[in-house]
């Protein structure tokens, strides 16, 4: 049961990030060529594969808070638990502290999880994914930001508060799904050969994101850092699904959902 799973989702999606990996590694493509392919598809491919896909999706018929509210309360719970254990016990300053909390908490959702979600679940997880991609930015950005902007000492309100703002109005992903939204709701529908080309490039932004993750991969290096990184990856990959996991099950969510907020979470 579990080897088909492994064969027909994993395989595939890791097969790409590795293709990508060793071209990025044996330098076919140099990191110009990977920027630009990774600006394609995060500036351009995937939002407008989130606003085709939401534009058409069922929508349900009331906010699901529980589902939104169960993620969000377990990652912000990590990031917070992590940071002020970090302020405790090590002398890194604020900046590198905030920066191991954010990635003890928070998921790969536009290279990594869209991809990999779609694959396994298609369009069954079309709204539960959607809807923890449009609240990432504002739930983890703006106390992301705040911490930045504070470590470099800036005193005035206004520095910070634009940049929370701005990360947040201006997001690229928020914007697709709310404008994608919008059509669903109103029925708006957009000329023929203009949705075509928005679907034709929607469709190379799952594999486009999987092959830039594993290029971009290749010009990284873990020297000097693999013990932070393994305990990391410990906190993000095993202690956050499992709190996710058993939230998930006291919600009583559809299995769907439930697959999608684990994932995500990993």
Do not use: H
Request: net charge positive; proline share 6%.
């Amino acid at each position: 049961m579990i080897l088909p799973v492994v064969v027909d989702v994993i395989v595939p999606v890791f097969g790409v990030v590795t293709l990508g990996y060793l071209v990025g590694a044996f330098r076919w493509m140099d990191s110009g060529a990977v920027r630009g392919l990774s600006l394609y598809v995060f500036n351009i491919a995937i939002p407008l594969l989130l606003f085709k896909a939401m534009s058409t999706v069922t929508l349900p018929g009331q906010m699901p808070w529980g589902y939104v509210l169960g993620f969000f309360v377990c990652a912000l719970g990590v990031f917070l638990a992590v940071f002020f254990l970090l302020r405790i016990i090590s002398s890194r300053n604020l900046g590198e502290i905030g920066i191991l909390a954010f990635g003890s908490s928070y998921g790969n959702f536009i290279p990594l999880g869209i991809p990999l979600v779609m694959t396994a679940f298609g369009e069954a997880a079309t709204v539960p994914l959607f809807l923890l991609v449009a609240f990432q930015a504002p739930v983890f950005f703006a106390p992301m930001i705040v911490i930045q902007e504070s470590a470099r000492k800036r005193e005035r309100r206004g520095a910070i508060g634009w940049p929370v703002v701005k990360s947040i109005v201006a997001n690229q992903y928020v914007l697709g799904i709310g404008l994608g939204a919008i059509a669903n709701l109103t029925g708006f529908s957009l000329p023929g050969p203009v949705s075509d080309v928005i679907a034709l490039v929607g469709q190379s932004a799952v594999p486009c994101a999987l092959f830039a993750l594993g290029a971009a991969l290749s010009f990284y290096a873990i020297d000097g850092v693999l013990g932070r990184a393994l305990v990391i990856v410990a906190i993000k990959n095993v202690l956050l699904p499992l709190l996710v996991w058993s939230v998930s099950i006291r919600l009583g969510l559809p299995p769907v959902w439930q697959a999608v907020m684990v994932v995500m979470a990993a």
